[in-house]
């Protein structure tokens, strides 16, 4: 199977977020009091083959005598590595799988009040470019948010390695194509050359032209249309134009005769590469015309029609049969990312909850950039006369880590980590956008003086993403305890009387980052 939208092959890096999508909070129960791990049996039907209709895939997990049924939450994250996969979500009466991941290489799975044997179906197919080899899996299996170590396999795909044996259906060898210094809020007009290698299929009815925005990170920074009358627009994401008037001409350099257009955000941020884009270009026979676009849906006489032109002096590169890259670097353009003094009042035994509005102060957005748990950190140094009681933001959108796990250790190296006792990871934050992160804390010296920080930066990969931070003196802030403080002070929590005791910080982290490519970081799976 093709997909009428197919993911980049063999272009981009593909990094599957591990257990920050768990969506658990760092308080979670101790891991003596987990049930023990289950045995676990992941099914593909093997082999599978590359270009397959989807199949069915199922995912058992059987518990042992100490796991109580009804009284647990089951959840189960599979992942597979490598381009051109892609699952979808399925049901059993144990629970549902749904996928929730751009590109679509994984699937949660959640079994509420779980028995002991759970089954998990989801399906599965392998993009017809995938070669024949053994592609990696892992399985995240948490039980009421605490994680169990990851499990791993493999999974055999049967390739077509041959790709001759498809060349009638993509006869084109695609060019990449870049563009720089485009200014955010500018369109730039992409024009592509394919050179067809070999001749077209006898009953070839249609040449098909698709793109696309941004499948991969960092998306929603680009917008394409395509205002044709033979062109097929999809909310901005997707294009297909559909060419019924062209040559067979192997050999022959065709060029766009019209461009797709990309318009860029004008809060997109720079210097950066804000287009994970792509084109890809085949032929249909009169079948698939009908089938998939429902005949000529144009008038064939119009003046306004996407096309081919005979390119006659080309000096493109032509590198990929399956599909061409777009890549958009747009000018400098900062964000503004900032964080406010903050001030604990109360006195000792008290737990206070501390508020404090982290801002992106524009122009740009601030995108996200990495896979895993996120893009943008909050470093927290606490001051002394304080001990942590709870990450109040750890939830859906914020995950915290301590300094020295896998996750954050090395993602921000213009940061010192060393006195930091918590750093928690944000995905983005729009132009002019906030949010509040919340912690609570013990205040066991009223009197305390020194100061604490609460510092808010970007997530650095060897120099990538890149994007400066317009002001880098608002990045950083103080937290005192019963000061004065030098900015805004925080909303502070009523006490709480009696102090609930904590029993332990339970970080689940087990976020596993694959990477393959050298701008995202290889992680090891956490704790």
């Not at 009638?168 to 369109?187: I, M, N, R």
């Not at 920074?221 to 033979?230: E, I, M, P, R, S």
């Not at 306004?304 to 400098?332: H, M, Y």
Request: charged share 25%; with cysteine; proline share 6%.
């Amino acid at each position: 199977m093709r997909l009428s939208h197919p993911l980049r092959a063999g272009r981009r890096a593909l990094a599957v977020l591990g257990t920050a999508a768990l969506g658990v909070g760092v308080f979670a129960l101790p891991a003596a009091a987990q049930p023990a791990l289950p045995t676990v049996d992941v099914v593909f039907d093997e082999p599978v083959y590359a270009g397959a209709d989807p199949a069915t895939g199922s995912i058992h997990l059987e518990f042992g005598d100490d796991f109580e049924p009804g009284e647990h939450e089951v959840f189960a994250q599979l992942s597979v590595y490598g381009n051109g996969w892609l699952l979808a979500g399925g049901e059993t009466d144990d629970g549902a799988c749904l996928m929730e991941a751009v590109p679509p290489q994984w699937v949660n799975c959640t079994a509420e009040d779980a028995d002991g044997s759970i089954d998990f179906a989801f399906d599965y197919s392998a993009g017809i470019e995938m070669a024949t080899d053994e592609y990696d899996w892992t399985l995240l299996v948490s039980v009421d948010d605490v994680a169990y170590d990851p499990i791993h396999g493999t999974v055999e795909v049967e390739g077509d390695d041959d790709p001759g044996e498809n060349d009638e259906d993509w006869p084109y060898l695609h060019s990449y194509l870049e563009y720089t210094d485009v200014k955010p809020g500018d369109a730039v007009g992409v024009t592509a050359d394919l050179l067809q290698e070999v001749p077209l299929a006898e009953d070839a009815a249609a040449v098909v032209v698709s793109a696309s925005a941004s499948d991969y990170i960092p998306s929603g920074q680009v917008a394409l249309t395509a205002d044709y009358d033979n062109c097929i627009q999809d909310d901005q994401e997707y294009v297909t134009c559909v060419i019924t008037d062209f040559e067979d001409a192997p050999g022959t350099v065709f060029g766009f005769a019209d461009p797709i257009t990309y318009q860029v955000s004008g809060q997109a941020p720079g210097p950066v590469d804000v287009c994970s884009c792509s084109y890809w270009v085949r032929t249909v026979n009169a079948d698939e015309l009908e089938d998939l676009y429902g005949g000529v849906f144009w008038d064939e006489d119009s003046d306004d029609l996407f096309g081919f032109r005979v390119v006659d002096e080309p000096e493109s590169e032509f590198v990929d049969r399956w599909n061409g890259d777009i890549s958009i670097t747009t000018t400098a353009n900062p964000f503004d990312l900032s964080v406010a003094d903050s001030n604990i009042k109360g006195a000792k035994g008290t737990q206070v909850t501390v508020s404090v509005p982290v801002k992106n102060l524009g122009p740009a957005d601030a995108p996200l950039f990495f896979d895993g748990p996120g893009s943008y950190g909050l470093i927290l140094d606490l001051p002394k006369g304080v001990e942590l009681a709870r990450l109040d933001s750890d939830d859906d959108t914020v995950y915290c880590f301590e300094p020295d796990e896998a996750q954050v250790v090395n993602s921000f190296p213009q940061s010192d980590l060393k006195n930091a006792d918590y750093v928690c990871i944000f995905d983005s934050l729009g132009a002019d956008e906030s949010f509040d992160f919340k912690f609570t804390v013990k205040i066991t010296d009223a009197n305390a003086n020194g100061k604490g920080t609460l510092e808010v930066a970007a997530m650095d990969n060897d120099g990538y993403p890149g994007v400066a931070d317009a002001d880098t003196k608002n990045n950083k802030a103080d937290i005192t305890v019963n000061g004065t403080g030098s900015g805004n002070l925080p909303k502070t929590g009523a006490s709480l009387g009696l102090v609930i005791g904590v029993a332990a910080l339970v970080l689940v982290a087990g976020v596993v980052l694959m990477v393959v490519t050298s701008r995202r970081r290889k992680a090891a799976a956490g704790e």
